[in-house]
């Protein structure tokens, strides 16, 4: 009987000590949950932080394309209108040159 309650002793300790591992493992897995939890989340702000700077940055090389086109038909707007301020220099300066001679 005494030999009973030793092995009921031993057996009621080790089920405390199982019930404690179980809950150990328990709380273990619960702050993995979390922590997966508040790594998604970490993720998924940058990646919209990271979609946002490049929705920035297309916005930006789409407004550097509109000012390049720009810039390209300014300047080809002042080509012409030099070649035609050479053109008529010229006109002039054979027209002085013939009056001359």
């Given at each position: 009987?005494?030999?009973?309650?030793?092995?009921?002793?031993n057996t009621a300790k080790q089920?405390?000590?199982?019930?404690?591992?179980?809950?150990?493992?328990?709380?273990?897995?619960?702050?993995?949950?979390?922590?997966?939890?508040?790594?998604?989340?970490q993720l998924n702000r940058r990646i919209k932080q990271l979609d946002e700077a490049v929705a920035v940055l297309e916005t930006a090389q789409h407004r550097e394309r509109v000012e390049e086109g720009y810039m390209k038909q300014k300047l080809e707007d002042l080509e012409a209108k030099m070649t035609s301020m050479v053109s008529q220099l010229e006109t002039k300066l054979t027209d002085s040159t013939r009056q001359i001679s």
């Amino acid at each position: 009987n005494e030999e009973d309650l030793h092995d009921f002793g031993n057996t009621a300790k080790q089920l405390q000590e199982l019930e404690q591992t179980v809950s150990g493992v328990r709380l273990s897995q619960e702050r993995e949950r979390r922590e997966e939890k508040y790594d998604v989340e970490q993720l998924n702000r940058r990646i919209k932080q990271l979609d946002e700077a490049v929705a920035v940055l297309e916005t930006a090389q789409h407004r550097e394309r509109v000012e390049e086109g720009y810039m390209k038909q300014k300047l080809e707007d002042l080509e012409a209108k030099m070649t035609s301020m050479v053109s008529q220099l010229e006109t002039k300066l054979t027209d002085s040159t013939r009056q001359i001679s």
